[in-house]
């Protein structure tokens, strides 16, 4: 994770100086950069903010004038290395009816890309999840040509930067990473002061999505009412919205991203 941050902080300062970026204003609402991450691609996104040796400290006084906002959308669980309840769920990777490292691909891009009619999205409880359906309907791969499915979709890519995130001991090493991003106190002073955090979920995407963005608002909520400092975050809930909302609805998804990092800074928000 800390190559990823690094390499991740080596991209801005080549795109601000390549793309002409304007820094942000002084009221952090206009300008600037939003490093966003989605799905798996959330812990790549934080990285940059979990360590502050990551960056130079020259590099840092550049990159501090531009990064203003983290935006994770749909991000599931094991981004935040949050411990999964002992209850029984479906995977398609241990799924005993799919025999080959093909079907299991096959299979995960129409469960993962399905609408899922979860009983209660709403409660937070990952029991009142559908957990177990091997598939939901209308899934956006579906939709896709066989040539848009070799351009979108990398076997390659999946083996080697997803599937080593959901094991030990990359698990623990999330779990520490969001600690550093949300609650290190110092960190949060020192090391980009200013950033916002916005949360994008829709209410039928994925089990895994669903419960990991509400699990990181109710153990961010139940923080603050302790007293604890946190970053500022905003979770945004939309309804009806399946795991590629990027692809099913752009328009709707880039409008909600956009609430978040034009809200006023240093404010804990809940959207929907």
Known sequence: MDRIGRQV???LLQFIEKEK?????????RGGIAVMGWFIGACSAMALFSDADLVPRRTHAILEQYVKDLVLTDPPYLCFGFKMPDIRYYDTWTDPDLK???????????????FFDHPNPDSG???DMDLTAKQGGNATVAKWTSKEFERYFSEGAAVRSDF?????????????LTEQVFYDESLI?????HLKVTVVYGTRTTWRSLWGSKELQRSYDERLSKGMKARPLRSYKISGANHFLHWEDPKLLLEKVAEGIRGPNGTHFRGT
């Open 164 to 176: 080593p995130m959901y094991t030990e001991p990359m698990q623990t090493t999330l779990r520490e």
């Open 21 to 29: 970026i304007p820094k942000a204003s002084d009221d952090l609402r």
């Open 125 to 127: 409880d990952v029991r």
């Open 100 to 114: 080959t490292p093909q079907e299991k691909v096959q299979k995960f891009s129409v469960w993962v890309s399905s």
């Open 9 to 11: 902080c080596e991209f």
């Open 189 to 193: 002073k020192s090391h980009f002061p």
